[in-house]
């Protein structure tokens, strides 16, 4: 066996659909929410699926926040996302990027990003 790694396990421009947002036009529906998160993790290389973090934890993670109901800002969000990949012991940095698409007419989107380190 091989001795763990710093490595990066990412996922990139994961789409959900969020409740989210201050603005009254905002509650009572979702709107598209794009999100990056990277995680800086000790692993091992034996490159199997123990060995590493999962994409699939990741994308269920953000679920999870998401069906905790309306959030009123993507801090927020990005928060309790990056929170949650931290419990995963073998994490020590995580990333997460939180972008709204349609939150300004003028711009393709605007955003929060977020790092947490042990």
Do not use: W
Not at 53 to 81: C, K, M, P, S
Not at 92 to 107: D, F, G
């Amino acid at each position: 066996m091989t001795r763990p790694m710093l490595q990066r396990v990412f996922v990139h421009g994961l789409r959900l659909e969020a409740a989210i947002g201050v603005h009254a036009h905002e509650h009572g529906r979702t709107q598209p929410l794009l999100v990056d998160v990277e995680l800086d993790a000790e692993l091992e290389l034996d490159m199997g699926l123990d060995s590493t973090i999962n994409y699939e934890t990741v994308v269920a993670a953000a679920a999870a926040v998401l069906a905790d109901g309306h959030l009123q800002l993507v801090e927020t969000f990005a928060d309790r996302l990056a929170r949650a990949c931290l419990d995963d012991a073998r994490v020590r940095r995580v990333r997460v990027r939180a972008e709204k698409p349609e939150a300004l007419a003028q711009a393709a989107g605007a955003g929060f990003e977020l790092v947490l380190e042990r």
